[in-house]
């Protein structure tokens, strides 16, 4: 098959007008995509960014679902999570049967002899597609997405300024990496825009950038593996294949390949196969397959469920996996086999007696049984790895990079360090990202690879001297020149296994006519899986390309010679044919890169890092465990043992929980959720670290009061973190500082645009529990001052949450559903999950309807408290929920206008709030509203602000939701960031001031050793509510006299007021925060002694000094400030 070339790498390189380079990552499981600008490589390799996905079995992630739904007309509709949704909503309707859902199709193109009218099945097996048109349709969509997503964050960029790479893995075939390709073609991206990029390259050109272990971490930040000189393996382990190769890193930093890449289909999938072979063998093949042939809503739900579960199966686990199961897989076993009980079928099965338990529905596999499930995938690396670790080339690796999504396994990551043996073993941070962030840098600089091995023998067709015992009889033939000769032998240019630099030509060979009349000659490009094949014709052999040279003077006959060389380009061959009597020059391409035979969390910066780049962090991957895709925060939830000592975090804590209350061990244990909103009107992760070198900022909400950030404090120091390491930031004022840094707007498109200095904008952090909302202004240094004192209210999604809670209520009833809270937790728990995330999909799509699987439990509860009564009979009759409200077996179903009714009371709170502060003074002129935290990604939300803002600028950063997070870590670098804050309460001490008749309480009133009126209990003030107050300034002083003349201190107690003019420490509005005492033992001065006071207001607190004018003696103390 001949191979057509689309792109030639130097061309590429010497083309510098790409403002932006975007990177495909086309995954068998998940896809996406990433992308950086110009300036902000040049800056910094590292920095990029990428788009977050939700979906309804998960929380969010960089990546989405590979899949890609089309109508019945074949057009494109959508792409990932929301292609999956319409197709169970369209299956529930019964109107999917004319629809084509493609899933995981990219292993279609893994050892497959392609052409390219190849067609592709469908998730329901009864229609196809051309592959390359599925292909086309993903890489446009994900092309348009990109292109719609810089446009939303105000920065526009012309189509041809954008560089596009493809990553494929390194063992695809030749016709394989064709066909990707033409699909991108297909797709609207041009052949010099377009870069293929191996995997596993990619991922050691990212990794080799990054940090993956301390030497003076910050100040050299590359892992000491990576330095030149110095080989190492990689491992690519994705959903679908498995890639390993070894590379050695040049003097000049670049990447040679030491050894071919190899390996095989053992991705994660195959554990989704071992998964589905455990079902067939539960309820038995013929029930298994009416399953999957009828209800393809439920078997595409609990392969999602399962994708998610199996990332938490860790070895010698004694917990059992719990998960959901859809009713109709028991129902299906049930009918074929109605005299037959499942469970004593389970019993009398050796193979599952002690592994399977199904309990209503949910299936329980045993610690043991559930690591079995990888046994087979696992095996094949290991004993490929271990094959690869004896050959010579690989001896003295310095280690092993683990990268793709399956490396962050525990049970493979565990094996392979089984059998490396002393040999360092590493996986990055972001293991599931490395091939996309480093398709973007190869993007940026192609030439990062200067050497590969090659794969294959590269030659053309030619007659050559025919030798006896090689070439074949029949090939047999006489030439022009009476010389005997072999026809189809293979000329070979360059031999498989040879090391070959990108860009280096071959040393040429000369041909000459095989006739005096030949007007021409052809040649026929071939490559060969042999390392010296003989003929063109050998099995091993496939044509790749052809050309021709025109010879139309004839004159010379044989003596005419055509010189030809072949120049290894970075992902192709290029062909170059002279004429030596004429000049005369023909090109041809070959593709050269391969020919095959057949919601809380926390970031980190260094110091380095922060300087290089204030934006560039890291983050932690959390994994949902069985309601959720990979997130980078984990839900806000703590488990703690019976004796009161810390177990668990985050999805941990959520998923030991549900297992304990299944085999109910729960009573004793304690299981805290969501309990920052405690601290509401009244954010902590425990860090249990002692490294003094790192300094810790916690985030809490701008309207919190004085004692819920007090608490906060106190639990930090509890939890070892020294005072001095310790920041409280406040979350608008992070979100506010991050944005700071990143592009918003388009000047030159890829150079930084910031909020220029005398600028102000509007905060809205929109989080799960709380909204603050605040107002910016830029300084000429850079720093922001409060303009606008925060304000806010409990207004997040959590309210949303309460409406779907009450709307289930007044479904099944109230004490029904009382009685199902009490008596279910895990299944509360994982039906609160699951629309968690269905609410972060909603859209003003009041057409479509909004699908949740629900317990069984739930109905179960209704049902044993009215019995003889039907649940969807009575939904039917009741006008209330007749058109919004539909069951369907274990699915509840809500319309599109009832869904988004949820969200009506958290938004119209919002709305009301934001359009009071718009019509301040103090916030007209406003250039821009920036919307962060979570919530702020909903789009009812940010339609209902946008119908609010007129014509103020709306922008919602690509990472809104870790918006706080990423400020956090800047200001813990930069702590002086924030300048100027509006005081939200009045500040002052208690003292006694002279006596006023028309404004004091008579009872307060006292009268001083010479005589003089006081009133006792007054409040001296010293910042008033709403002033500005600069940070680290010293308010006017104020100086203070002992009461009595023996007095020996004086006890100064501070107080905060929400009143502007507070006139007592004893009003209702008034709260201690703090005291001072300064001693005065020397008497001898009476009244005449005294205290100079002063406050100072620091970022987090108030630093109270008190100075004794006789003596000099400073005595200072501290008070929460940001309440």
Not at 579 to 605: H, I, K, M, N, P
Not at 638 to 664: C, I, M, Q, W
Not at 783 to 788: G, Q, S, Y
Request: proline residues 3%.
């Amino acid at each position: 098959m001949a191979i057509a070339i689309i792109i030639h790498d130097r061309e590429v390189m010497s083309s510098d007008n790409f403002l932006l380079v975007a990177a495909i990552d086309f995954g068998t499981t998940y896809s996406g995509y990433a992308f950086s600008t110009r300036h902000d490589f040049l800056r910094d390799p590292t920095k990029i960014s990428l788009v977050q996905w939700s979906g309804s079995a998960g929380m969010v992630s960089p990546k989405a679902s590979t899949c890609v739904l089309f109508k019945p007309d074949r057009s494109f509709h959508s792409f990932g999570y929301e292609a999956e949704d319409k197709y169970l909503n369209l299956a529930l309707d019964k109107d999917h049967e004319d629809w084509y859902l493609f899933r995981r199709f990219k292993m279609n193109l893994y050892n497959t002899k392609l052409e390219r009218n190849v067609q592709l099945t469908d998730f329901s097996r009864e229609k196809k597609m051309p592959l390359i048109d599925v292909i086309s349709a993903t890489i446009a969509h994900l092309k348009s997405h990109l292109m719609a997503k810089c446009k939303e964050q105000g920065a526009e960029v012309n189509d041809s300024e954008v560089r596009w790479v493809l990553t494929v893995p390194a063992i695809w075939t030749d016709p394989a990496k064709q066909l990707m390709r033409e699909a991108a073609e297909m797709a609207g991206i041009r052949k010099k825009q377009l870069v293929l990029s191996l995997e596993s390259e990619a991922a050691s050109v990212y990794c080799k950038h990054i940090p993956l272990m301390k030497q003076a971490i910050g100040d050299n930040g590359d892992l000491d593996v990576l330095q030149a000189g110095t080989k190492y393996m990689i491992i690519d382990a994705g959903g679908g294949t498995v890639d390993i190769t070894v590379h050695e890193i040049q003097k000049d930093g670049h990447l040679r390949e030491i050894l071919v890449a190899s390996g095989g289909d053992w991705g994660g999938t195959k554990v989704d196969e071992a998964f589905e072979s455990l079902l067939q063998a539960i309820i038995g093949k013929q029930a298994f397959q009416e399953f999957k042939s009828n209800h393809i809503l439920d078997l595409l739900d609990l392969t999602r469920i399962f994708e998610v579960t199996k990332k938490t199966i860790k070895d010698n686990n004694s917990d059992k996996v719990t998960f959901s199961i859809p009713v109709s897989f028991l129902s299906t076993y049930n009918s074929l086999y109605p005299e037959q009980d499942i469970e004593n079928t389970i019993a009398g099965n050796k193979h599952l007696s002690s592994h399977v338990e199904l309990l209503r529905d949910k299936l329980r596999l045993s610690g043991t049984k559930a690591v079995s499930l990888f046994d087979q995938s696992i095996a094949n690396i290991t004993e490929h790895v271990r094959k690869l670790l004896l050959d010579p080339k690989v001896r003295g690796i310095s280690g092993i990079l683990m990268v793709g999504g399956y490396s962050e396994c525990p049970l493979l990551r565990d094996a392979i360090w089984r059998v490396v043996g002393d040999t360092r073993l590493f996986i990055p941070n972001d293991a599931g990202l490395a091939v996309l962030k480093g398709a973007v840098i190869t993007g940026h600089c192609p030439s990062t690879v200067s050497e590969r091995v090659c794969k294959y023998t590269y030659g053309v067709d030619t007659w050559s001297r025919f030798k006896e015992g090689r070439h074949r009889e029949d090939y047999r033939v006489t030439a022009a020149d009476g010389t005997t000769r072999c026809k189809f032998a293979f000329s070979s240019f360059v031999r498989k296994g040879t090391a070959v630099k990108m860009g280096h030509q071959t040393k040429a060979k000369k041909y000459t006519p095989a006739s005096t009349a030949q007007d021409g000659m052809n040649f026929t490009i071939y490559a060969s899986t042999e390392e010296e094949p003989v003929h063109v014709t050998d099995t091993s052999c496939q044509k790749i390309g052809k050309f021709t040279i025109d010879l139309p003077d004839t004159t010379r006959g044989l003596a005419r010679t055509v010189s030809v060389t072949m120049c290894m380009g970075g992902s192709e061959i290029d062909i170059k044919a002279v004429d030596e009597d004429t000049g005369q020059v023909v090109r041809a391409s070959c593709d050269f890169l391969y020919f095959g035979t057949t919601y809380s969390g926390y970031a980190f910066s260094t110091k380095h890092d922060f300087r290089t780049d204030p934006t560039q962090m890291s983050l932690v991957q959390w994994v949902a465990g069985s309601a959720g895709m990979v997130s980078q925060k984990a839900s806000t939830c703590v488990l703690f043992k019976p004796d009161r000592t810390f177990h668990s975090f985050g999805y941990e804590a959520e998923d030991k929980y549900l297992n304990l209350t299944l085999d109910k061990d729960h009573e004793d244990w304690y299981l805290f959720r969501r309990f920052k909103m405690n601290l509401y009107n009244t954010k902590v992760s425990v860090f249990n670290i002692n490294d003094s070198e790192v300094r810790w900022v916690l985030t809490v909400p701008t309207i919190w009061t004085d004692p819920a950030k007090q608490l906060m404090r106190e639990a930090a120091e509890k939890a070892g973190l020294d005072k001095r390491q310790l920041i409280l930031c406040l979350e608008p004022e992070a979100a506010s500082v991050f944005c700071k840094h990143i592009p918003v707007g388009k000047r030159v498109f890829g150079d930084r645009v910031e909020f220029q200095a005398g600028s102000k904008y509007m905060v809205i952090d929109a989080g799960g529990g709380t909204i603050d909302i605040t107002v910016h202004k830029v300084q000429k240094d850079g720093h922001l001052r409060e303009i606008l004192v925060a304000s806010g209210g409990d207004w997040g999604g959590t309210k949303v949450d309460e409406a779907f809670e009450s709307y289930l209520e007044d479904i099944i009833g109230k004490q029904a559903f009382g009685q199902f809270k009490s008596d279910h937790l895990y299944d509360l728990l994982d039906l609160m999950r699951r629309f968690e995330v269905k609410k972060r999909l909603n859209k003003v799509k009041h057409s479509d309807k909004v699908t949740v699987s629900i317990p069984s439990s739930l109905l179960s509860t209704y049902n044993k408290l009215n019995p003889g009564q039907n649940i969807k009979e009575n939904i039917a009759k009741n006008e209330r929920f007749s058109s919004h409200v539909e069951f369907f077996g274990d699915k509840l179903r809500l319309s599109g206008t009832k869904t988004a009714s949820l969200f009506d009371e958290s938004i119209e709170q919002i709305v009301y709030h934001v359009s009071k502060l718009l019509r301040d003074p103090k916030v007209r002129g406003i250039s821009a509203i920036l919307m962060v935290g979570g919530y702020s990604e909903c789009p009812l939300l940010l339609d209902a602000i946008r119908h609010i803002a007129g014509g103020v600028q709306l922008i919602v950063p690509n990472e809104a939701g870790l918006a706080v997070l990423k400020g956090a870590v800047v200001i813990g670098h930069s702590p002086s960031t924030i300048s100027e804050r509006i005081c939200k309460f009045t500040y002052g001490v208690e003292t006694h001031l002279p006596f006023k008749k028309r404004k004091h309480k008579n009872e307060y009133r006292v009268i001083d050793e010479s005589g003089k009126k006081l009133c006792s209990f007054a409040f001296d003030r010293f910042v008033k509510k709403g002033n500005a107050v600069k940070f680290h300034e010293h308010a006017q002083a104020r100086r203070y006299v002992p009461v009595t003349a023996s007095q020996t201190s004086i006890v100064f107690s501070i107080y905060a007021s929400n009143n502007e003019k507070p006139v007592y420490v004893t009003d209702a509005n008034c709260q201690k925060i703090g005291e001072i005492k300064v001693d005065m033992p020397d008497t001898t001065r009476g009244l005449k002694r005294v205290v100079c006071v002063s406050m100072c207001f620091g970022g987090s607190e108030i630093d109270i000094k008190a100075v004794d004018e006789d003596t000099g003696q400073v005595v200072r103390a501290s008070c929460d400030f940001l309440g």
